[in-house]
């Protein structure tokens, strides 16, 4: 099996959100394919962010900043996928800016083209069956974490995060929230759908950027912590405590955009009623397989 193949794999083990946002290491023919460094010069990205809340909005140029946040939304969507997913098959990649591009689809971020020529990335010499990264640097399991966390945090996210709050006037604890909320959303999916080891590989990763003071390779206190809170609801099809964001994604100031069945800014029933309906859709009347209980914060 391929590299190429062995990605494709993970993404389809882990389940819907994770095919959602694929990882290719050359583009894709017949994608709108922007590198990072480019889309974070000039008024690029607005342009995006615009295409993105149009379905939402008569003049998307009156709603900059929930265009913005929105964008920025699944921009870390598809950065988080590159980083979780390899994590959890032993492997990092360099997700700083000028190795990572985005795959742009009816102007949202959907994935990402990894420039690994120069920078084959890591791979960790403990693990059993790691995707087979051609000069890859072998590494131990900490040392992983480490190089994948500085490239995802210090070498892209952080001054993306920067520049876009900067630009759009737009609260940096915000943008923040979308890092927290992805890196639970693809850990949790994991769980019900994926082979035990990647489940422990993607929850242990959770852990670490969700609860921990400090980052592995990051300076300065952890920016994701404290971000989620999570909600416990009397529901057999939502057995596990279910995440709600702080702060509010900003989406619902659009004319036509509904809050999110996450934000704190519902009532608790409103969020219950949603997550019920959602789950229900996505795993049957009788909800996901319940095989790996957990509590928050742990």
């Not at 993105?52 to 996928?81: E, H, K, M």
């Not at 909600?231 to 709600?244: A, N, S």
């Amino acid at each position: 099996m391929t590299l190429d193949e062995r990605i494709l794999a993970g993404l389809n083990e882990v389940g819907r959100l994770a095919t959602g946002y694929p990882i290719y290491l050359a583009a894709p023919e017949d994608e709108d394919v922007i590198a990072c460094s480019d889309l974070l010069t000039g008024d690029l990205l607005r342009r995006y962010a615009a295409r993105g809340i149009a379905a939402w909005c008569d003049d998307p140029a009156q709603y900059s900043r929930p265009g913005a946040s929105n964008f920025v939304r699944f921009y870390i969507a598809s950065l988080t996928s590159a980083l979780e997913l390899a994590l959890a098959h032993g492997v990092a990649f360099d997700l700083s800016i000028p190795r990572v591009s985005l795959i742009i689809r009816e102007g949202e971020a959907m994935g990402v083209v990894l420039d690994t020529d120069g920078a084959p990335g890591w791979v960790d010499r403990t693990h059993p069956n790691p995707w087979p990264l051609p000069g890859a640097e072998p590494v131990s399991t900490a040392e992983l974490h480490e190089r994948a966390f500085a490239t995802y945090f210090s070498g892209h996210v952080t001054p993306m995060i920067d520049q876009v709050s900067r630009q759009e006037r737009l609260s940096g604890r915000v943008l923040w929230a979308h890092v927290a909320e992805q890196v639970e959303e693809f850990a949790e999916e994991a769980i019900y759908v994926a082979t035990e080891d990647v489940r422990r590989a993607m929850d242990a990763v959770r852990r670490l950027l969700l609860f921990s003071d400090e980052i592995p390779g990051v300076d300065g206190p952890n920016p994701l912590l404290g971000r989620l809170r999570w909600d416990h609801f009397e529901d057999p099809v939502l057995p596990r405590p279910i995440q709600m964001r702080k702060p509010c994604c900003l989406f619902y100031l659009l004319p036509e955009g509904p809050y999110c069945r996450s934000c704190d800014l519902i009532p608790f029933e409103e969020r219950h009623e949603r997550w019920h309906e959602w789950i229900v859709n996505e795993y049957g009347p009788t909800g996901p397989p319940g095989r790996w209980a957990r509590a928050s914060g742990t």
